[in-house]
């Protein structure tokens, strides 16, 4: 990926590169609600951080406003040291160096495997098609499902749509991969073989932002867990510092539900 150094921290480091992706006082309200409260938050190159936390707290919010496909209220975003766009050809390109991989698959359900892969680099960053094709193919044979490449996403488990959503993301050559909860809509068998695709680009260096309830890929990829509750970044740290001495109660009363079972 030319977006990503080969010399990128690998997971577990304690020293990520220069900041990439960063957030300060950032504010959201829908309504009444306050989503997001004050949020500050730092990612470096090649960081890995996931963002846990329980349901409405706004880890998808704020995933979704590095995006822009949430705008927020006040603060101010900034993904390799630019503001984020408005509007028009300039929010394009963001979104072409920001991938995303969402719950729902997202796949176009008309389109093989192999065109919605090639949809973007060809449309977005005009890439040849026989170009495009020969990438999408390695992306597809990376993430496990290069022979699906001539079906449609309705012939494939819900693992696989995953897997080729992202290595749609991937096709595009983003600086950042924001993953919001993409284990949540698949069964406990599929789980293991996106988680392991992450792994993957964890270890090659990839920055990735993941909001997940998968506590096995906190540990063992993040450079650094994100606790959030309430629309607040409650506290952050690396991962055997917050499973084993979690510094609020907050923290120690959420993990003490989750880790039981």
């Not at 991937?170 to 069964?187: G, I, R, Y």
């Not at 932002?209 to 606790?227: K, L, P, S, Y």
Request: proline residues 6%.
């Amino acid at each position: 990926m030319t977006a990503t150094p080969e010399a990128a921290v690998a997971p577990g480091s304690a020293r990520p590169g220069e900041p990439l992706v960063e957030l300060h006082g950032v504010q959201k309200w829908y309504g009444d609600l306050h989503v997001l409260q004050d949020i500050e938050l730092t990612v470096g190159r090649g960081e890995v951080v996931v963002v846990i936390g329980p349901s409405g707290s706004g880890k998808s919010t704020l995933c979704r406003t590095i995006n822009r496909l949430e705008t927020v209220d006040q603060g101010d975003i900034k993904v390799d040291g630019k503001p984020l766009p408005q509007e028009g050809k300039a929010l394009a390109a963001h979104r072409a160096d920001v991938g995303m991989v969402f719950q729902s698959f997202n796949l176009f359900a008309h389109k093989t495997i192999l065109e919605n892969v090639t949809l973007g680099p060809i449309k977005v960053r005009r890439t040849p098609k026989a170009q495009a094709e020969a990438r999408a193919q390695e992306l597809l044979d990376r993430v496990g499902v290069g022979q699906q490449a001539a079906k449609y996403p309705a012939q494939l488990s819900g693992g696989q749509q995953q897997r080729v959503a992202i290595a749609r993301a991937l096709a595009m050559e983003p600086k950042v991969m924001l993953f919001d909860e993409p284990t949540s809509a698949l069964d406990p068998e599929m789980i293991k073989e996106v988680l392991d695709v992450m792994v993957d680009l964890a270890e090659r260096g990839m920055t990735m932002i993941v909001v997940t309830h998968e506590m096995g890929f906190a540990r063992t990829a993040a450079n650094r867990v994100v606790f959030m509750a309430d629309g607040r970044i409650v506290e952050e740290s690396d991962p055997e510092t917050f499973f084993t001495q979690p510094e609020s109660d907050r923290a120690r009363d959420f993990l003490g539900k989750i880790l039981k079972h």
